[in-house]
T-cell receptor
Framework: AAGVIQSPRHLIKEKRETATLKCYPIPRHDTVYWYQQGPGQDPQFLISFYEKMQSDKGSIPDRFSAQQFSDYHSELNMSSLELGDSALYFC???????????????FGEGSWLTVV | KQEVTQIPAALSVPEGENLVLNCSFTDSAIYNLQWFRQDPGKGLTSLLLIQSSQREQTSGRLNASLDKSSGRSTLYIAASQPGDSATYLCAVGYNNNDMRFGAGTRLTVKP
């Protein structure tokens, strides 16, 4: 079965550079989420999109932005990178539809970002 | 503040034991609760999803329960195997777009 695909799997950037992470949700899923997991920490919600519109915003820094495109893939853009941005970035997707009580959320393997 | 706590932080058991992982949350106005498994350096694999109206869900050797009134969930793993070794994360959904994760329980099952 198709899963959530993230690219690149590993990325090394220098401070103050820009990085872009891509996410391809499970086909027919209408919701995409981005999470950040620092070393030894639990995942923190950054932002989500439903049907290509921003749906909810968590602890995403102003230096970061994200969007969902017409083909439902999403990109997380990170600028002016700091050492503290080094983390595992997860994308997840779900099929929300019109169900109010939520659906199973499926995570990708994550993209490792190292800022040096 | 919506906090999710998992106890214990780490657990080591011999193969074959049944075990219970605990998750507690401060805000009982939840939409759902999901248990995940995370292997080192890997993504999160969904194990079980419990809707707010449900009390438990079962999948194979796994059983998850939910008690909203007391703000608790448990993940029961029967007949543990070395392949069950991983970090188990509890995530509470407070709306359709956000989940709050616990810090996880790191499980080691020794052969």
């Amino acid at each position: 079965a198709a899963g959530v695909i993230q690219s690149p799997r590993h990325l090394i950037k220098e401070k103050r550079e820009t990085a872009t992470l891509k996410c391809y949700p499970i086909p027919r899923h209408d919701t995409v989420y981005w999470y950040q997991q620092g070393p030894g920490q639990d995942p923190q919600f950054l932002i989500s999109f439903y049907e290509k519109m921003q749906s909810d915003k968590g602890s995403i820094p102003d230096r970061f932005s994200a969007q969902q495109f017409s083909d439902y893939h999403s990109e997380l853009n990170m600028s002016s990178l700091e050492l503290g941005d080094s983390a595992l970035y997860f994308c997840a997707s779900s099929l929300r539809g019109h169900r109010p009580s939520g659906n199973t959320i499926y995570f990708g393997e994550g993209s490792w970002l190292t800022v040096v | 503040k919506q906090e999710v706590t998992q106890i214990p932080a780490a657990l080591s058991v011999p193969e074959g034991e049944n075990l219970v992982l605990n998750c507690s949350f401060t805000d009982s106005a939840i939409y759902n609760l999901q248990w995940f498994r995370q292997d080192p350096g890997k993504g999160l694999t969904s194990l079980l999803l419990i809707q707010s109206s449900q009390r438990e869900q079962t999948s194979g050797r796994l059983n998850a329960s939910l008690d909203k009134s007391s703000g608790r969930s448990t993940l029961y793993i029967a007949a543990s195997q070395p392949g069950d070794s991983a970090t188990y994360l509890c995530a509470v959904g407070y709306n359709n777009n956000d989940m709050r994760f616990g810090a996880g329980t790191r499980l080691t099952v020794k052969p």
